[in-house]
């Protein structure tokens, strides 16, 4: 059972420019996390994020979108109720992986109809789950296995989804899905992938993916999602940057207003191989895997955080970015400073805003790095300028109120509330909080959070 505040009171609307999204993904193996890194939408802040992307479902071998885990659709319907509380928030399905090691994307878009067969049970499951719309997550077209001629048939996939959407719309008179796409951020693929300017006018927005531009299948030590290039990068590695891969995106006539930036949650990690420790240091491997995400070669933030503790911590002047060493443990991580840092590039550059891999791997509960939830992504959203969240304000102050008073010499936590099991209290520095569940959850004292009866 996992913990959900939400505020009582007035909900308050979002009204932020479509040229300002904070796109949050989150995905549905994090679950699986032990302890205090178990994720579920019941840990999704309603108000932090404009859109939220739920990861992953498949295509199933009649072309048609298919869940994953056993509670996929249980997840649906709490992910729908957050709009309960913040309506203007958006939700869309993401759809890709892999089956057997192979894109399911891959025999879809091969003839019309299985395109077509898609399309139809897109809208079809999209509608049913109160889906806002759908995001492509195909890595990549006419790539990693893929065809060359995947690259034109993802462009007919795109233009026949816009069609199929729209077309949806007018005949019934609702609103429109939305239509977005995980893209590469090497120049490469970029270019062996997709045709820029033609998928770009059928999509809603686009999640450029500048990240794992270096990890610990290199030799040397890199920067997991650098905003420039170093003086150690050569040949080819000049371009794994932000600075680069987004460039690259604007002169293949991509509407910068359409692009959002991506900021990880996690970092890349490497296994030094010598007393040096630097940035390009020697390196074979990764470090060991994290006792969370127990996946070798990357840890999420709030992993990171734990190791910072004893950690040499260092800036890349150049690259405008973190890392930080320990024994022969190599860590290229984000923090605030670096997120202020590609912020301040995103405005320059006019683009549509930015997307956060993942909502699942930031200290989503204020366990690990500090009391704050959500350390990293709450920090984008106040850089970005997004105006303040809805918060919860204290009960009337008068000593005859005994839920004013309730929190008087109590030490600071959450509590039940014995008289309406759909509300708690908590205390701060003595002021009495309400808040309020989630509709058709209760307050459980026994694990401090919001849960089904």
């Not at 109160?130 to 233009?159: C, I």
């Not at 002169?251 to 030094?272: H, N, Q, S």
């Amino acid at each position: 059972m996992t913990r959900l505040l939400t505020a009582l009171g007035v909900v308050l609307i979002l009204h932020i420019a479509s040229s300002s999204k904070l796109v949050c993904h989150m995905t549905n193996w994090a679950q699986y996390r032990p302890g205090a890194a178990k994720f579920t939408t019941d840990n999704i802040d309603p108000f932090l994020c404009t859109h939220v992307i739920y990861a992953l479902a498949t295509i199933n071998s009649f072309n048609q979108i298919s869940p994953i885990e056993w509670n996929d659709e249980q997840q649906f319907v709490r992910l729908s109720n957050l709009k309960n509380a913040n309506p203007a928030l958006k939700t869309l399905l993401s759809v890709g992986g892999t089956v057997n090691g192979v894109s399911p994307f891959i025999s879809m878009v091969a003839r019309p109809e299985g395109r077509t067969a898609f399309i139809r049970s897109a809208i079809s499951y999209l509608r049913t789950h109160n889906f806002d719309g759908l995001n492509l997550a195909w890595e990549y077209p006419g790539h990693n296995g893929s065809p060359p001629q995947d690259k034109e048939r993802f462009t007919l996939l795109v233009m026949e989804l816009a069609k199929a959407f729209d077309d949806d719309a007018k005949d019934n008179r609702r609103t429109r899905l939305l239509l977005s796409a995980n893209v590469a951020g090497f120049r490469q693929t970029i270019d062996r992938a997709y045709e820029v300017k033609k998928i770009a006018l059928h999509l809603d927005f686009i999640n450029v993916m500048t990240y794992d531009f270096h990890g610990h299948w290199e030799p040397i030590t890199g920067h997991n999602s650098p905003l420039y290039s170093s003086s150690m990068d050569s040949g080819t590695h000049a371009h794994h940057n932000i600075n680069s891969s987004i460039s690259h995106w604007l002169a293949l006539e991509a509407p910068a207003e359409k692009l959002l930036l991506g900021f990880p949650t996690y970092g890349r990690t490497y296994r030094l191989t010598s007393a040096a420790s630097g940035l390009g240091a020697p390196a074979n491997g990764p470090a060991d895997a994290g006792p969370y995400t127990r996946t070798a070669g990357f840890w999420a933030f709030y992993e990171i955080c734990d190791f910072l503790s004893s950690a040499n911590t260092q800036w890349i002047p150049e690259q405008k970015v973190p890392y930080a060493t320990y024994g022969s443990s190599w860590v290229g991580y984000d923090d605030k400073r670096s997120y202020s840092s590609k912020v301040e590039w995103m405005t320059a550059n006019n683009l549509g805003g930015a997307h956060v891999w993942t909502l699942d791997m930031d200290d989503f509960g204020g366990n690990f790095c500090s009391a704050e939830h959500y350390p990293l992504i709450n920090h984008l959203r106040m850089s970005m300028g997004f105006p303040p969240k809805p918060t919860t304000t204290p009960a009337p102050t008068t000593t005859k109120d005994p839920i004013a008073d309730f929190c008087r010499g109590r030490p600071d936590g959450l509590y039940e509330n014995p008289a309406d099991k759909t509300t708690y209290f908590q205390c701060f520095h003595g002021n009495t909080y309400l808040h309020r569940c989630q509709p058709g959850l209760i307050y459980w004292d026994s694990c401090k959070c919001c849960n089904w009866p």
